[in-house]
């Protein structure tokens, strides 16, 4: 599936000071594209994965998706949820059923799926976000904790079996445990379902870990937009943007600045330990 | 006499469940910066909440500067020696300007009119947003929110803050704002922190970390202390800071790394 936005500029009507929310965006993701998407609160992100989806219509420029102009067509926009699922941000607030349950089977309810092939679909969403299908079913949303919440939220999204999966800031409040469970599952997802991802989040190690390209934005614009080795070697334009560098990246450039050569595109521990290990030991400075 | 003290402390929400806190035994001093961390359930809010009175245990106490929760009579002054952060911004802040917004705590405490302008002056100066405080909240940076949250707090005069992991839905800019502001109103204005967070790397600072599980403390020491038992973090589906993971990788390869918590001593002490 081809998602292409042309032109896009985005002004919320509610919003008196008239600031473009998005200014002129133009952008082509590509099936089995792995994005990060990062930028500072206010920059875009959410506004931008919304329309993605066709939850909100640009003020101009058009949303393109398998050739469909989106913003021109009135139908069709429940065919394009349905393969392009969007975990919001915040995604507890969206809990609204009285089980658990029931929260994850209304997507697939929705489908009109029969009621045999919806328990399997939840059964087998709350297995993939690590929620205990027997424990948790028949729990209240409303009595989890904040990542648990956020757990059954992510559920009920991959329970529409989606074909592009949209994550605004999933990993906000879980745990070290819970975000990787997440990290997996999205490596799950990405290299066995052959999905296409788009992962908002201000966790640049987990940017760099799992993209291969990263599009960072700054007051609805798109400043870079390139592998994630690219992006990240640009130290001072990410300072700036008021975004972190990945820490190993942040690591290996600061013993670079120290004189030991390490290279600095490397985004895993292990390799990153090799890399200085092997520096240390050829290197007379350190 | 310590500021804090919960004496064999459970918590049920619900009879059917198991207890979301058992058995809590728990003292903190005046002064003291504190970090707890814990898995997603593991009862960090509910302990949270007894602080302030928002919840009272079902069995054992919890004490406050000598005050026990459980006497309704108490709960006006340990709510004002107690403030509480939590962690979305936008749920906080309710007026349309900032000043309002911070004097909001001691306008409900009855303090007359030119004391509360004091107070919200000093608050605004001690998070840095005194220069916003015409500003609608809504317009400000997640993190500037944070602050203004906090800046409603400290216009109370509390003795302690408790955090609830304030830095969750911020940007990286915004947590170093807002952990910035805490170490300051720590250490310059004496107020003790209790600063609950899934971010390993915000606890380094800490005089000392409570790791909770289940319910349980599972239990407390320095940052060194509790980052130098990286099996057992991982086993309660925790972890340690990245540097720390990277000396101890490091230091597996034969590299001579002494105890370090942050990038800074990580790379002094490899480039020295
Ligand atoms: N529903 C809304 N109404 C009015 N303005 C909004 C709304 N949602 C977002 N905005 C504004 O649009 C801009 C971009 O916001 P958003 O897309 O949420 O950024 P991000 O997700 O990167 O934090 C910000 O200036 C924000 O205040
Ligand atoms: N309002 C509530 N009603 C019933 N159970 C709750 C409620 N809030 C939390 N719990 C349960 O209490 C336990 C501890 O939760 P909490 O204190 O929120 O943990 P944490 O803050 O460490 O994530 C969890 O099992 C959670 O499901
Ligand atoms: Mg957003
Ligand atoms: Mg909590």
Not at chain 1, 133 to 148: C, H, I, T, V
Not at chain 2, 25 to 32: Q, R, Y
Not at chain 2, 61 to 81: C, F, H, P, S
Not at chain 2, 226 to 239: A, P, Q, S
Request: hydrophobic share 40%; with cysteine; net charge negative.
């Amino acid at each position: 599936m081809l998602i292409e936005l042309k032109n896009v500029s985005h002004i919320y009507a509610d919003d008196f000071q008239g600031t473009e929310a998005l200014k002129n965006i133009n952008l082509k993701i590509r099936d089995h594209e792995f994005i990060g998407l990062v930028g500072h609160t206010g920059s875009g992100k959410s506004t931008l994965v919304q329309l993605l989806n066709g939850l909100i219509k640009p003020s101009s420029g058009s949303v393109i998706i398998d050739g469909v102009n989106i913003t021109e067509e009135k139908t069709g926009l429940l065919g394009i949820r349905r393969k392009i699922g969007l975990v919001f941000q915040y995604p507890e607030h969206q809990l609204f059923e009285e089980t658990v349950f029931g929260d994850v089977a209304f997507g697939p309810r929705n489908l009109g799926l029969s009621e045999e092939e919806v328990e399997v679909r939840v059964r087998e969403s709350l297995e993939l976000v690590g929620l205990d299908y027997e424990e948790f079913k028949d729990r209240s949303p409303f009595n989890l904790s904040g990542g648990q919440q956020r757990k059954v939220a992510i559920a009920g999204v991959l329970a529409m079996k989606p074909e592009v999966l949209i994550l605004d800031e999933p990993s906000a409040g879980l745990d070290p445990q819970g975000r990787q469970q997440l990290i997996s599952l999205l490596e799950y997802l990405y290299n066995k379902k052959g999905m296409t991802i788009i992962l908002v989040s201000h966790r640049m190690e987990e940017i760099a870990h799992l993209a291969n390209r990263v599009i960072v934005m700054s007051e609805g614009e798109i400043i870079f937009d390139d592998n994630p080795a690219k992006v990240f070697s640009e130290v001072e334009r990410i300072r700036e943007l008021g975004l972190d560098l990945p820490e190993i990246t942040e690591i290996l450039w600061r013993l670079n600045r120290k004189g030991l050569k390490v290279r600095t595109d490397i985004f895993s521990l292990a390799e990153a330990v090799e890399e200085i290990s092997r520096e240390l030991r050829g290197s007379e400075i350190c | 006499m310590a500021l804090i003290e919960l004496r064999g402390v459970d918590f049920s929400y619900n009879e059917m469940e198991a207890p979301a806190l058992k058995n809590i035994n728990l003292t903190v001093e005046a002064g003291e910066f504190v970090s707890i961390i814990g898995g997603n359930g593991s009862g960090k809010s509910t302990l949270a909440k007894l602080l302030n009175v928002l919840l009272v245990p079902s069995a054992g106490e919890v004490i406050i500067d000598g005050m026990n929760t459980a006497d309704e009579e108490n709960w006006l002054k340990i709510r004002q020696k107690i403030g509480m952060v939590f962690q979305n911004p936008d749920n906080q802040l309710v007026a349309t300007r900032v000043e309002d917004d911070v004097a909001f705590g001691p306008e409900n405490l009855g303090i007359p009119s030119p004391e509360i302008r004091k107070r919200v002056d000093k608050a605004l100066e001690a998070v840095g947003m005194e220069r916003f405080k015409d500003y609608p909240p809504h317009n400000l940076s997640g993190g500037q929110k944070q602050r203004v949250a906090i800046a409603g707090i400290i216009a109370m005069e509390p003795e302690c803050i408790v955090l609830d992991e304030p830095t969750a839905m911020l940007d990286p800019q915004g947590r170093k704002e807002v952990m910035e502001t805490i170490h300051f109103l720590n250490k310059e204005k004496g107020i003790t922190i209790i600063h609950i967070t899934h971010f390993m790397e915000e606890t380094v600072g800490a005089d000392r970390i409570i790791v909770m599980n289940q319910g349980s403390i599972h239990k407390t020491g320095s940052p060194l202390e509790i980052f130098r038992e990286i099996d057992d973090l991982k086993k309660l589906g925790l972890d340690v800071p990245l540097v720390v993971e990277m000396a101890h990788e490091l230091r597996k390869k034969g590299i001579k790394i002494p105890d370090i918590l942050s990038i800074n001593e990580l790379v002094d002490s490899l480039c020295s």
